[in-house]
């Protein structure tokens, strides 16, 4: 088996769009990197085409214009990324090669759900608390508002731990973390900023975040002072 034939066998393109940091969606369509494209024009799969540019081919032709390489150089990068063995004369291991996710791919798909999951939340917290903000002190506190009130800070800091960062640091995060995305992300998925949804119960943080879960009844008492503060200065008094 020839090189060429073993990357093509083990590795499709959607594993490489993904590994090189293109997001694909759940239909398997991504913005195409070969043109300016604002809306997903590329369908990725074991091959890909693009039904604007018509860009199409397999995973080394992909690799090969992604990064500028001829086939063979790209083939070989692909190896490299991929963990496919050959030898100096560009033949591949003699024995099956299975498709498979190396552990550098589960790290870097890890820490890409990790910042694209928190970084969503954050937008929807920032669009919280200017949507359910109280008009008056007479209004009931919004779940969604006291949940943002809560939780932007500590979103913000992990965002910021990962950004600033090692390469280390910022898997310990995402892996540290996958509990909790798997919380947060359904309550996001496919939904506009500012759908209606409950309060949840969330991390239990040094940052002055309680765990409590929060209703639609929720009163004012249930709020910490600093957050009574924020929202509604004139109902509290005292340092």
């Known amino acids: 088996m020839t090189l060429f034939e ?47 540019c018509q860009a199409d081919g397999d995973v080394i032709d992909f690799a090969s214009r992604l990064h500028g390489l001829d086939a063979k150089e790209a083939a070989k990068r692909l190896a490299a990324d991929f963990g496919i063995h050959y030898d100096g004369q560009g033949r591949a291991s003699p024995r099956p090669v299975k498709p498979k996710i190396s552990e550098k ?27 359910y903000a109280r008009r008056t002190p007479e ?19 992990l965002l910021d731990s990962y950004l600033s960062g090692t390469e280390e640091e910022r898997a310990e995060l995402a892996f540290a973390h996958r509990d909790e995305q798997n919380k947060v992300f359904p309550r996001f998925e ?35 002072r600093s957050s009574q503060r924020l929202c509604c200065p004139e109902r509290v008094t005292g340092p």
């Open 6 to 52: 073993a990357v093509k066998q083990s590795v499709t393109t959607r594993q490489a769009a993904e590994y090189y940091g293109i997001r694909v969606n759940r239909n398997g369509m991504c913005l195409c990197p070969f043109h300016e494209d604002k809306h997903p024009s590329m369908k990725v799969d074991k091959r890909f085409h693009c039904f604007a």
């Open 105 to 131: 791919l589960k790290q870097y798909q890890a820490e890409q759900r990790f910042f694209r999951v928190y970084a969503d939340y954050l937008h929807l917290m920032k669009d919280w608390r200017s949507l």
């Open 139 to 157: 209004e009931n506190w919004h779940p969604l508002f006291v949940e943002a009130l809560q939780n932007q800070d500590y979103v913000e800091y």
């Open 190 to 224: 496919g939904r506009m900023p500012g759908a209606k949804s409950g309060g949840m119960e969330f991390w239990s943080t040094k940052r002055r975040h309680s765990r409590k879960l929060y209703r639609k009844d929720a009163s004012v008492k249930e709020l910490s």
